[in-house]
């Protein structure tokens, strides 16, 4: 019987179902657990460096939920012959619907209004102009799943959507030739690009010289996408009207000047954890571990 260790919280329930009666399946593993271990599900906030991966002689599969594998050391994976495992797909609507609901919650200033209903302030209700998504333009920086499905949503809504990807083939109504034209014509800017160095703080005081003025910026994908200095001080000089974050440089997220702004959503990384989503990345983690095990590819790998 294989053991699987799960570095992290995970539905167990779930998790045992689809490994099966063939693997058991550990959960705060210890050293003697980790030695044995022929599978691992990695939670997207815990570091796989080449320690642990020592802790783990006997390792053959590492599922990683979700897709993101900036944590882990691919290049020892590769040395040691080890599959990783991802999840894509499985967090796809939850993410595109975090998003859209950062967009409406400033678009639509609930936050701002649900305070003035509270304090008996009814009479400002006219100081605070509301927004819209039908007639907008909603520019999307990484045309993947998540940024088409976001696409599709807001389009059904009214918006005209523009995409930025240097990489992925956009349709060519919809796309921008660099990110400072999706900048410039946007009034919802949301990123969903994956980390690497040519986008590392891809939002800078440089590129946000570009933006239009008004904009909402949304970012439910990497932290390090944006320079949060840059941001704030785009923020503070009106050049913004909103910022959305569920990710951030630092998780947990450390106290930022931008946090206290009423114009500012914040969630702590949790936009792809719905229920739905969890239990199909789980679901995809399992499958993937146990397809490896057999002897068999999985459904997606890393590399």
Known sequence: MSVV?????????????????????????????????????????????????????????????????????????????????????????????????????????????????????????????????????????????????LGAITTALGATVRAFDPVAPIPTDIRCDSLGELLAVSDFVSLHAPLIDSTRHMINDESLTHLKPGAILINCARGPLMDLDAVHRSLVAGRLAGVGLDVFDEEPASIHPIMSDPRVVLTPHVMGLTQTAAAQTFTDAADGICAVLRGEAPAATAF
């Open 5 to 149: 260790v799960a570095l992290g919280p995970v539905d167990r329930p779930i998790v045992e179902k689809h490994l099966g009666v063939d693997h058991v399946l550990v959960s705060d593993p210890s050293a003697a657990d980790l030695a044995v271990a022929e599978g691992a599900i990695v939670r997207g906030n815990v570091t796989v460096d080449r320690a642990l991966f020592d802790s783990m002689p006997q390792l053959r599969v590492l599922a990683r939920t979700g897709v993101g594998t900036e944590r882990v050391d691919l290049d020892v994976a590769r040395e040691r012959s080890i599959s990783v495992v991802i999840t894509p797909g499985s967090n796809t609507n939850a993410v595109a619907e975090g998003a859209l609901a950062m967009m409406l919650h400033l678009s639509k200033r609930l936050s701002q209004l649900t305070n003035l209903v509270r304090d008996g302030r009814w009479s400002e209700r006219d100081s605070l102009p509301l927004g819209d998504i039908d007639g907008s333009t909603v520019g999307i920086v990484g045309w993947g799943r998540i940024g088409q499905r």
